[in-house]
């Protein structure tokens, strides 16, 4: 049974990280100021991470599938009709911009940085929103 104490929990998280990064942050500052961009990518792998947490907490207790990737979380959400598809390609994008903010896999592209916090982060107040109707 899916835990929705947690799932919640991580909801918020997930809301508390977009904030912080729509008020804290300039994106103007970002290549000329190190904490600017440290504390942006950071918040950001936050939140991602958050949301990876919960896709991960309900395809384990709704047995949705054995995913193989962090990116496969969504699409078996997305499968089981808990994300819509152009929400789910976003979510798998953000889950592959995760990586490299975590694991270095190549140099951040400051640019693409400031497109996501630009751009994408009402993806995931989108994915709150989805998780929080289908979770009641």
């Given at each position: 049974?899916?835990?929705?104490?947690l799932i919640a929990k991580k909801l918020a998280q997930i809301e508390t990280y977009v904030r912080e990064l729509r008020t804290?942050?300039?994106?103007e500052k970002i290549k000329t100021e190190i904490k600017e961009e440290r504390f942006a990518a950071h918040t950001l792998?936050?939140?991602?991470?958050?949301?990876?947490?919960?896709?991960?907490?309900?395809?384990?207790?709704?047995?949705?599938?054995?995913?193989?990737?962090?990116?496969e979380l969504f699409t078996l959400l997305?499968?089981?009709?808990?994300?819509?598809?152009?929400?789910?390609?976003?979510?798998?994008?953000?889950?592959?911009?995760?990586?490299?903010l975590v694991h270095g896999y190549q140099k951040l592209n400051l640019d693409v940085l400031t497109d996501v916090l630009q751009n994408r982060l009402s993806d995931l107040l989108d994915f709150v929103q989805a998780i929080r109707q289908r979770a009641r």
């Open positions: 049974m899916t835990d929705l104490d804290l942050v300039s994106t792998q936050l939140a991602i991470q958050n949301a990876l947490d919960v896709a991960s907490h309900i395809v384990s207790d709704e047995r949705l599938g054995e995913p193989q990737t962090n990116q997305e499968r089981n009709g808990w994300l819509a598809a152009p929400l789910a390609r976003n979510l798998r994008n953000m889950a592959g911009f995760r990586n490299i």
